[in-house]
């Protein structure tokens, strides 16, 4: 009897869920297409580089500066990353000195020799780490500097 009721019971399953397939595997893409625009999804902020918190407009460039990223899995993690944008037109060597953290003390000073892809980093700030990316990109320039979270 409970073969019997096991046997049916997966035989309904198996219908139901071939006749849902058959129902919306046309309209697969407008339904993914209408997901991926609902408000909370959000590319993460390890790929965009976290939101823009400031720009800064230079004579040729202006200059964006991203929030500090230190997103983990359960909490935020020790050890993450603020990337710094340069777009427009993007000089043999760019030395700018940046305040990520918005409190008007400059908290590292960056020159790139983008000819020749070499970046130093001068620290200013305790918090700063290292230059974790640097690299040319469609746009312009683009540096991730590790930073220690605060908190």
Not at 61 to 87: A, C, S
Not at 116 to 123: A, E, R
Request: glycine share 6%.
């Amino acid at each position: 009897m409970m073969r019997y009721i096991k046997y049916t019971l997966g035989t309904i399953w198996a219908a139901i869920a071939l006749i849902l397939i058959l129902i919306l595997f046309p309209g697969l893409r407008t339904i993914s297409e209408g997901l991926s625009k609902a408000p909370f999804m959000k590319i993460h902020p390890m790929y965009t580089g976290g939101e823009i918190i400031d720009s800064v407009k230079k004579s040729n460039r202006t200059i964006y500066i991203h929030r500090p990223v230190f997103n983990g899995l359960i909490k935020e993690r020790m050890l993450g990353f603020v990337q710094i944008d340069w777009h427009g037109n993007i000089p043999n060597v760019i030395n700018d000195t940046i305040d990520y953290n918005k409190d008007t003390i400059p908290d590292f000073i960056i020159n790139i020799d983008t000819r020749n892809n070499i970046t130093d980093l001068k620290k200013i700030s305790a918090y700063v780490y290292d230059c974790g990316v640097s690299t040319q990109t469609s746009f312009g320039w683009v540096i991730r500097v590790n930073v220690v979270n605060i908190k």
